[in-house]
C-alpha cells in the first residue's frame, strides 16, 4: 500500500516538474510573440481580446496538461 | 517586469508565488482564493479593477488545472456544478445590483463591510463547532479511516438537517448519483447557487468560501466533491466574470499568465492532496479561510485604507 502511494507521488512529481517547465515556456512564448498584439487589441478591439485572454488561460490549462500527459506516455514507452 | 496593459511594474517571481500560494488553496479547498489575490496585486500598485479583472481570469486557468484532477480523482459532480452555475450567475447579477443600489443610497462601504465580517465569522464559528463534533464522534467510535476510499466517506454532525433538506418534495426532484444523493428538489440547489452567486456578486470574489460550505451542509455534498464540484462551477462563472470584465478594460491577460504558471503548480498539489485528509477534517483546515477575509475587512473598516 505504501509502496504503491510512493509510487504514484513519484510519478505526479515527475509530472508536476514537466509540467511547470511547459506552463513557463507557455508564458514566454506568449509574451515574446503576442505579447504587443494583445496590448494593441486590449485597447482597439476589447470583444476580441475578451476572447483571446480567455482562450489563453484556459489553453494554458488545458492543452499543456495533455501535452504532459502525452509527453510522459512517450517517456514511459520508451523506457518499459 | 513591466505589464503595459496595466501600466504596472511587478515581480515576475511575486506574482507567480502569490499564485501558487493560491493554487494551493485553491485545489485542496475549492475556492477561488480572491481575498489573497486582490491584496496582494493591489499592493504591487495594481488598479483595483485591473486587480479583480486579473484576478478573474488567474482564477479560471487555476479552476481548470484544479477540476482537472479533482475529476480524475472522482472528485466532480458535472450534472450539480452545471445547475449550480445557472443559479450562480443569476445570483451574481442580482448582488451587482444590489451594489448598484446601495452606491445610490451612498451607505455600501459600510453595508458591504457589515455583512461580510458577519457572514464570514458566521461560516467559520459554524464550521469549526461542526467539524470538531464531527471528529470527536468518530474518535470515539472506531480508529481513523486510512484507505483513500474510507476518507472520502464524510460523516457530519448535521446529517439530519441535511437529510431534512432532501426530504423536502418540491417539484422538479433530481436525483445527484455522482454525490449520493437519491432525490432533491431543484430548488433547493439553485437557493444556494443564487446565494452563492448573490454573494459574489455582492462581496466580490467567487464566494467559494459560502458555496462550499452550502454544498456540504445543505445538499449534502460529500466534502471531496464540494470542492471539485465548486471547483467545476467557479470555471464557468469565473470565465463569465473574465469576458465582462476584459470587455471593461479590467483584465491583465500577461499577469493573469504568469501567475497562473505558480496557481497551475499548485492546484495540482491542493487537489492531490485532499486524498490525506478526511472530509471533517478539510472542513477544520477551511475555517481560517473567512476569518482572513474578515480580517481584511475589518481592518479597512477601522483604518480607511483598501488592502
Redesign the interface.
Known amino acids: 500500500m505504501k509502496k504503491d502511494t510512493a509510487r504514484t507521488l513519484r510519478a505526479?512529481l515527475i509530472e508536476?516538474v514537466v509540467?511547470?517547465f511547459l506552463?513557463?515556456g507557455?508564458?514566454f512564448l506568449?509574451?515574446h510573440f503576442l505579447?504587443d498584439w494583445?496590448?494593441q487589441l486590449?485597447i482597439h478591439y476589447?470583444?476580441t481580446?475578451?476572447?483571446?485572454?480567455?482562450l489563453?488561460?484556459?489553453g494554458?490549462?488545458?492543452v499543456?496538461?495533455s501535452v504532459t500527459t502525452l509527453l510522459l506516455r512517450i517517456i514511459r514507452g520508451r523506457t518499459e | 517586469m513591466f505589464f503595459?496593459?496595466s501600466g504596472a511594474h511587478i515581480s515576475p517571481i511575486y506574482l507567480a508565488l502569490i499564485g501558487f500560494l493560491i493554487g494551493i488553496l485553491g485545489g485542496f479547498f475549492g475556492v477561488g482564493g480572491s481575498f489573497i489575490a486582490g491584496p496582494a496585486l493591489r499592493a504591487m500598485g495594481v488598479d483595483w479593477n485591473f486587480a479583480v479583472g486579473t484576478d478573474l481570469?488567474?482564477i479560471?486557468?487555476?479552476s481548470?488545472?484544479a477540476a482537472?484532477r479533482h475529476r480524475a480523482l472522482g472528485n466532480v459532480d458535472l450534472k450539480l456544478g452545471l445547475i449550480m452555475a445557472l443559479g450562480t450567475i443569476g445570483g451574481a447579477e442580482c448582488g451587482a445590483q444590489l451594489i448598484q443600489m446601495l452606491k445610490r443610497a451612498g451607505n455600501v462601504n459600510q453595508v458591504v463591510s457589515i455583512v461580510s465580517v458577519t457572514v464570514y465569522i458566521g461560516i467559520s464559528t459554524f464550521m469549526i463547532w461542526e467539524s470538531r463534533r464531527t471528529l470527536a464522534r468518530q474518535k470515539g467510535r472506531a480508529a481513523a479511516p486510512t484507505s483513500a476510499a474510507s476518507k472520502k466517506r464524510d460523516p457530519s454532525s448535521i446529517k439530519h438537517v441535511t437529510r431534512g433538506i432532501q426530504r423536502f418534495k418540491l417539484w422538479p426532484m433530481i436525483d445527484l448519483p455522482a454525490s449520493g444523493i437519491k432525490a432533491i428538489s431543484l430548488w433547493v440547489i439553485m437557493l444556494v447557487a443564487f446565494v452563492g452567486g448573490l454573494f459574489s456578486g455582492f462581496l466580490g470574489g467567487g464566494a467559494g468560501y459560502i458555496r462550499m460550505p452550502s454544498m456540504v451542509y445543505i445538499i449534502g455534498v460529500p466534502t471531496h466533491l464540494a470542492v471539485g464540484t465548486d471547483l467545476f462551477e467557479i470555471i464557468i462563472s469565473a470565465?463569465y466574470g473574465?469576458?465582462s470584465h476584459?470587455?471593461?478594460?479590467n483584465?491583465d491577460?500577461?499577469i493573469?499568465?504568469?501567475m497562473?504558471?505558480g496557481a497551475?503548480?499548485g492546484a495540482?498539489?491542493g487537489a492531490?492532496s485532499t486524498q490525506f485528509f478526511a472530509g471533517p477534517k478539510i472542513r477544520l483546515a477551511f475555517v481560517p479561510l473567512p476569518l482572513i477575509g474578515a480580517a481584511i475587512v475589518i481592518y479597512t473598516m477601522v483604518t480607511g485604507h483598501k488592502i
Open positions: 505526479f508536476l509540467y511547470a506552463v513557463v507557455y508564458f506568449v509574451l505579447g494583445l496590448y486590449e476589447r470583444y481580446y475578451a476572447g483571446v485572454a480567455l489563453l488561460i484556459i494554458q490549462a488545458v499543456l496538461e | 503595459p496593459i481570469a488567474h479560471v486557468g487555476k481548470v488545472v482537472k470565465s473574465t469576458l476584459a470587455i471593461k478594460g483584465v491577460i500577461l493573469a499568465l504568469v497562473h504558471t497551475a503548480i495540482q498539489i492531490i
